[in-house]
């Protein structure tokens, strides 16, 4: 009984306001990964049989978010996380962490947050622990285009530590309460070209407000799960069935698959 009720703590329900049934739309369709309005067939039919390679273990994405100082990074994870806003404002210094736990098709899922220092001084700290992300997110001011104008280099940050074939982006315009119809879309005509260049999906949300903020971090995990699922059934090999890895597959059957396609751990 004790080892049930430490598991139980350990793992808490997935609040009801994670749950994931269907692939959340894009923000904008001339900046976006895909247009389709459904999660790859691959991945539900894994999803509906358990049997998303998951074996013994939960799937997890890590996060970056970086851009220039004051943005709104941590307002924007603090908002999604805390449903929270603080208007003082307090520089993040190196690095913070969050952990956001999704259900996304019945499947556990987890976010990590990594929210990171604008500030260059911090930037060395920071950028030890860009290692390692599945998805970067760049975030810039709405109503400040030289925050636009560093995306590429905060790009280029991030990909010195990571494989830019293996990394989904994400260019977030932040303060979009702070700036008027006519100011916010001559700048995000100059996000969505930028985006498109760099294949990022582009978003325009407000802490403040809330805006598009939800939607915005239900799209990067159900994207990033996705490209999970995707990429177990892909590399499953032996273990496959039918296109499908089987969850539940008897310590015998994974032995085998384990001799027959042994795993490059140490890359």
């Known amino acids: 009984m004790s080892l049930r009720i430490s598991a139980m703590s350990v793992l808490p329900p997935v609040r009801k306001d994670r749950v994931i049934a269907h692939l959340p739309q894009c923000f904008r ?18 999803c509906q049989e358990q049997r998303t390679g998951t074996v013994g273990r939960f799937k997890i994405s890590k996060v970056i978010v970086v851009g220039d100082l004051a943005v709104g990074k941590t307002c924007l994870i603090n908002r999604f996380c805390k449903d929270a806003f603080d208007k003082n404002y307090k520089a ?30 911090f930037k060395c700290i920071a950028s030890t622990y ?23 280099q905060w790009l280029e ?16 315009g ?56 995707l990429a177990e059934l892909e590399k499953s090999g032996p273990r496959q069935i039918g296109g499908i890895v089987r969850i539940n597959s008897t310590p015998s059957n994974v032995n085998a698959s384990t001799k027959k396609k042994q795993p490059n751990c140490c890359q």
């Open 174 to 229: 932040t303060k979009k309460d702070l700036s008027s119809p006519a100011q916010y879309s001559q700048i995000e005509q100059d996000a969505l070209k930028l985006a498109q260049e760099i294949t990022a999906e582009y978003w325009a949300v407000s802490s403040l407000t809330g805006e598009n903020v939800k939607e915005f971090f239900f799209r990067v995990a159900s994207l990033a799960f996705e490209t999970n699922v």
């Open 130 to 152: 860009y290692r390692g992300a599945q998805i970067v997110i760049i975030a810039f001011d709405v109503t400040d285009i030289a925050s636009l104008d560093h995306v590429r």
């Open 92 to 121: 993040t210094i190196g690095v913070d962490f969050e952990m956001e736990r999704f259900e996304v098709l019945g499947v556990p899922f987890s976010l990590q947050l990594w929210d990171t220092a604008g500030q260059e001084r």
């Open 157 to 172: 940050d991030a990909l010195k530590e990571n494989d830019p074939t293996a990394v989904q982006l994400f260019i977030v």
């Open 29 to 46: 369709k001339e900046a976006a990964f895909h247009t389709k309005e459904d999660f790859n067939n691959k991945v539900k039919t894994a």
